[in-house]
Structures are given as structure tokens and as C-alpha cells.
């Protein structure tokens, strides 16, 4: 049996559009493979567990009655120390969790900005 002369071509012709296909569609395209997929979804979860949780460590610094000791004691911290500063004050500690956790404290203490905060809160009066 004869084989057709365009049989060659075509097969390298596929072999090279394939490869093609896939360098374009992984580097430019955005295709990634299921473990890069599950790597980035672990990763977006869990910054996303912890942007909800930085408001319960807002709320737990607002309503400490020890609140302007502490924010000196953070303050008077040096810059790469802070965070365990504020992980001492028991804001980063989730309700249920035993330990305060890392990653809360630190994003909570970029949204506190201990630096531009005043020590005492004026306490709202409601005059009725």
C-alpha cells in the first residue's frame, strides 16, 4: 500500500501547531495545570479568610480598656518586631483559636496604622 505524499507534512504540520498551541496557551493565554490552579486557590482562600478577620481584631483593639498601653508598647516596638508585639496583645487570637495567628496580626496591623493613631479614643457621648 501506498501512503499518500501529503501524510508526512500533515503529521509534522500537527505535531508543530500542537506544540505551538500549548507553549502559546500556557505562557500568554493563562492556562495553568491543576496544581498550580489548587496553589492559587489555597492561597486566594486563605488571604480571604483573613481580610474577614481583620475586622474582629479592629473591633478587639477599639474595645480594650488597655488599649493605650498597648498601642505604645506596638508603637515603641522596632518595625519588624511590631507584629509580635501586637500578637502579645491577644487582638490577632480569633474567638475559638488558642493562639494568635501571624498573618491576622499583620494585616491588622497595616489597617490600625499605629503610627497616625492617637493614643486615647474620644469616647462618643449620646446627649439623647
Known amino acids: 500500500m501506498k501512503t499518500p505524499e501529503w501524510i508526512k507534512p500533515g503529521i ?5 501547531g500542537a506544540a505551538f498551541i500549548g507553549i502559546v496557551g500556557f505562557t500568554w ?3 495553568v495545570t491543576g496544581g498550580t ?9 486563605h488571604d480571604d479568610v ?4 481583620v475586622p474582629v481584631c479592629l ?15 506596638i508603637r515603641d516596638a522596632s518595625s519588624y518586631r511590631r507584629r509580635d508585639e501586637l500578637m502579645k496583645t491577644g487582638w490577632a487570637t480569633v474567638p475559638g483559636a488558642e493562639e494568635p495567628d501571624r498573618d491576622i496580626a499583620r494585616a491588622c496591623l497595616a489597617s490600625l496604622d499605629v503610627d497616625s493613631m492617637p493614643e486615647q479614643l474620644d469616647p462618643e457621648v449620646d446627649e439623647g
Do not use: C, F, H
Not at 509534522?12 to 508543530?16: E, F, K, P, R
Not at 473591633?59 to 508598647?73: C, F, G, T, V, Y
Open 37 to 45: 490552579a489548587r496553589d492559587r486557590a489555597t492561597t486566594m482562600s
Open 59 to 73: 473591633e478587639s483593639a477599639q474595645n480594650d480598656p488597655d488599649r493605650a498601653e498597648k498601642i505604645a508598647a
Open 12 to 16: 509534522y504540520g500537527a505535531i508543530v
Open 29 to 31: 493565554g493563562g492556562w
Open 50 to 53: 483573613v481580610a474577614a478577620l
